[in-house]
């Protein structure tokens, strides 16, 4: 690059205009994005002494290791791992499900699109507010149940099922967000060919799985991808459903809500960066993972 | 053209210079308004959010005191949520409040992080620092030094429903562990044969908050020495074994979830259970919301013929970057001394730290208050050690799985002082 404008002065100018446009994108990237991720190296290398009297003594690779005797750690992956594994699967096919049937020329079909889309637009603190309510003892849900015959459960104060009612109302507000994708990638596959394997005998089922889900190959690796790396970093609805302490006996607790208690309640920046740091290179790993699984997954 | 734009131009410096000249006239006029008054500082001051009532008497509290002094303004701000983390995080960050109340059981952990100004050299003959309950002082004293004074205490007893004793045939609430047991039985109640229970005998809430002092009942200790946990031990679990004995054989006690309510005192209060162990602060809440409910209070039954209970405290601290100083001291001095103590507990919500206000206000014959005043004198006070928020997080998660029944009270307990001792060995 250098020696490119050294060798043609004439290009120094365009360099200058170029870096001009784009320093207030990198001024702020560089400022919130790419010094926090370098900080945070900083900090996961270090015992961080931060109220009376900042101190940072550097510990080398100390932090990692802490990670394996710390059970709350192991704990706090099982559910995050479990909640992955029921949420991804079902609010990817819910969605699918959801698309498919509104790009269908049902009567009123713009009005179910804005009430599927409504809790994707609503905060999910006030969500996970109106679920506590929904979820008590004697509240809706329960009675619900009772009435269809169902059992009924101790939604918040049961560990056994505390996460799955997080689960349930995670599904319940992401699964639209990720239908509105696949409407717009349903409205992309051309006519032509469902014409054309119309003309040849398929019927609807077979148009579905042989046209359209295999068009869609390059949007589900999308939405998997989003809704891994959402489901991962899920914290606010367990975090208020437990009062940040990942109760019922650590049903809810997920690495997130440790981090953040690591962080806030101890004070112990630097293990919850390196906490970050495990989180992050198991999202990238399962990505990766996925990826190949998807063949090259081009996006576009 | 070209003329317009003159004039345009000069109607436009004229009209800056005009604005200009205006703006000097009214600063000059507010500065020599000022010079006559007497300079006023600000002192900010946080605290949690309590009940409405409670709210609304520190608010008028304030406002005498800023009557009082009329050099120093006070500048309150609520903390909606996770008081202390957000508390650490300002105090970090240099952004913490001049006064800002300060839980007991989170006190030994900021009084060793020299975060907290040392209040000795403000305090004065007639503060009358004597007055104060001696072990109450003693909760935010370390190495010598005071660096709080305690607004407050507030201790558990026993509220029981007037109405579901009568109707159970009973005349006086339990005054032993073993009774409150019995009693319990006689109170569970399945009113409409659906084999769901209607009304339990007692509502149990197994946190360590509420339960440490079941530990020392039968000798057993909360922290070693050095602060690290030391509750599992044999004389330690006897007082907790009953409570969960009861929960899960006689099945005559519910949580407060079990319930479908989110406290101890919400579910006395619906009557889903006919006694619960609360403390004072639930006495205004019930008379308030609740009117038709009659009830009454008793000590806390005795465990292994020892009386016991809970005392909770809070007091002011002040900011070691507090910028004034002395205005700060004046506030808590003014809010921590016996006529502003006077003021405040007579809300009721809480009781007097000072002796001479518990005194005068005669809460030891107040029917309600009466249990919670006696059990000041034996009450074991929330703090133990640096690392008590530590400890009590993995104690709750491990008990109440003892009452879930998936392990037994001793493994629990024993997982829960092993982990939280890891941890406290980690953070050093």
Known sequence: MIRKIQSQPGDLGEAVSGYGFMAPAILVLGL????????????????????????????????????????????????????????????????????????????????????????????????????????????????????????????????????????????????????????????????????????????????????????????????????????????????????????????????????????????????????????????????????????????? | MKRRSFSLATLSLATATLLASCVRGLRHIWNSERRNQPQTVTVSLSGWQANPNEQALLAQLLQDFESQHPAIKVRYETIADQYMDVIKTRLIGDAAPDVF????????????????????????????????????????????????????????????????????????????????????????????????????????????????????????????????????????????????????????????????THSGSEMFAQEKVAMVIEGNWAIPYLTETFPALEFGTAEVPTVNDQPGTMAFSVAYVMNQQAKHKAAAWQLIAYLTGKEGMKRWTRGGSALPSRRSVAAELGYDQDPLRSAFSAGVDYATPWQAGEYLPLIMDNFDNQLLSAFLGEQTLLTALQQAQATANREIAATQ
Request: aromatic share 14%; charged share 15%; net charge neutral.
């Open chain 2, 101 to 260: 109340y300060l839980d007991v059981f989170q006190a030994p952990f900021l009084m060793n992080k020299k975060v907290l100004e040392p209040l000795d050299a403000y305090i004065t003959q007639d503060f009358d620092l004597a007055d104060f309950e001696p072990p109450l002082l003693n909760a935010f004293q370390d190495r010598g030094q005071i660096y709080g004074l305690p607004k407050d205490v507030s201790t558990l007893a026993l509220f029981y429903n007037k109405k579901a004793f009568a109707e159970a045939g009973l005349s006086r609430p339990p005054q032993t562990w073993q009774e409150l047991r019995e009693f319990s039985k006689k109170l569970t109640l399945d009113r409409n044969g659906d084999g769901k229970v209607d009304q339990y005998g007692f509502g149990v809430i197994p946190e360590l908050a509420r339960q440490a002092f079941m530990i020392k009942a039968f000798g057993g200790r909360l922290v070693d020495p050095n602060g690290y946990a030391a509750f599992a031990t044999e004389q330690g679990l006897q007082g907790l074994q009953g409570l969960l004995d009861q929960y899960r054989q006689d099945r005559s006690s519910a949580q407060k979830t079990d319930v479908g």
């Open chain 1, 32 to 300: 919130f994005v790419l010094v926090p991720i370098f900080y945070a190296v900083f900090l996961s290398l270090h015992k961080v002494q931060l109220l009376g009297g900042v101190e940072f003594r550097f510990i080398g690779l100390r932090n990692f290791g802490r990670m394996l005797g710390d059970e709350r750690i192991w704990i706090a992956l099982k559910n995050t791992a479990e909640y992955v594994a029921i949420v991804v699967p079902v609010q990817t096919i819910l969605a699918l499900i959801l698309a498919i049937v509104l790009n269908t020329q049902i009567q009123g079909r713009n009005w179910f699109r804005i009430i599927y889309f409504l809790p994707t637009v609503t905060s999910s603190a006030v969500l996970t507010l109106i679920f506590i309510w929904l979820y008590n003892t004697n509240g809706l849900l329960n009675d619900f149940l009772a009435f269809v015959g169902l059992p009924t459960y101790n939604w918040l104060g049961d560990p056994n099922v505390a996460l799955k009612a997080i689960m349930l109302m995670n599904i319940w507000s992401t699964a639209p967000l990720f239908m509105v994708i696949y409407l717009a990638a349903l409205q992309d596959i051309p006519k032509s060919i469902y014409e054309a394997a119309a003309i040849d005998g398929a019927n609807g089922w077979q148009r579905l799985v042989h046209i359209t889900i295999p068009s869609l190959k390059p949007v589900t690796f999308f939405v998997i991808t989003m809704g891994i790396i959402g489901t991962f970093q899920l914290f606010d609805q367990s975090y208020i459903f437990s009062e940040g302490k990942g109760g019922p006996n650590n049903a809810t607790l997920t690495v997130v809500l440790l981090i953040y208690q690591y962080a806030f309640k101890t004070l112990d920046m630097g293990y919850a960066a390196a906490l970050a740091f495990m989180l992050a290179a198991i999202i990238i790993a399962i990505t990766l993972i996925q990826r190949r699984f998807f063949g090259d997954g081009r996006l576009n």
